[in-house]
């Protein structure tokens, strides 16, 4: 081939480039700017703690999770859970690492692993629920904790569907649960303190 048949391909490939991506560009402005569309949910998770005595060895803690839409594509949380930790009383070997000059906080971790009171879990088949871009839902999740409990950590996932679902798709397998994560301290006040 001579010079200017090497310029010709190079002038094709060029033009070949260039629509390209002002096709791609195009595609990219249509989807972001025009439909407001994003690719992924966006959320904020909060909970809402409140509580109530049973008889003299029990309470009954109702934890309210509100998951937030805030992104522009519609939000489908297809499985999540709830779960309750026991702060104090302190375990016996939280005090007894304290007491010897240890961190209670195991290596690799970046908090005390706290003992597990109980845990719920939802799961909805067939991405049934759905939350609208800007918009607000509860899920509710109720524990019956011991009455001598005082002070709890109530952690909360949400699983991102859309994600979990391209993992299993490009994959074939969930490498991780990628979702939303919230946790709250909360102090069990007794009815003696409430009066």
């Keep these: 081939m001579s010079l200017n048949d090497w310029k010709t391909v190079a002038d094709i490939l060029q033009v070949i480039v260039t629509v390209g991506a002002v096709g791609l ?20 998770v909060s909970q809402k703690l409140s509580h109530w005595p049973i008889d003299d060895t029990s309470f009954l803690v109702r934890v309210t ?8 594509v519609l939000l489908s949380p297809a499985r999540g859970f709830a779960r309750v930790q026991q702060i104090k009383p302190w375990p016996t070997d939280f005090l ?3 007491r010897q000059g240890n961190s209670p906080v195991l290596e690799n971790e970046t908090e005390v692993l706290w003992p597990q009171l109980c845990e719920r879990s939802f ?13 607000a839902d509860e899920f509710h999740f109720d524990f019956v904790v011991p009455r001598d409990a005082e002070l709890l950590a109530v ?19 969930s490498v991780r649960t990628i979702g939303w994560n919230t946790t709250t301290v909360y102090a069990l006040s007794k009815p003696e303190d409430k009066q």
């Design 25 to 44: 560009g195009g595609f990219w402005t249509y989807r972001a700017f025009v439909r407001t569309r994003q690719r992924f949910p966006r959320a904020n």
């Design 65 to 72: 999770v509100v998951v937030e839409n805030v992104g522009d």
């Design 96 to 98: 007894d690492a304290v």
């Design 123 to 135: 799961h909805f088949e067939n991405r049934r629920h759905e939350i609208e871009p800007h918009e």
């Design 155 to 173: 952690y909360t996932h949400i699983e991102n569907a859309a994600k979990q679902s391209r993992f299993k798709k490009w994959f074939g397998l």
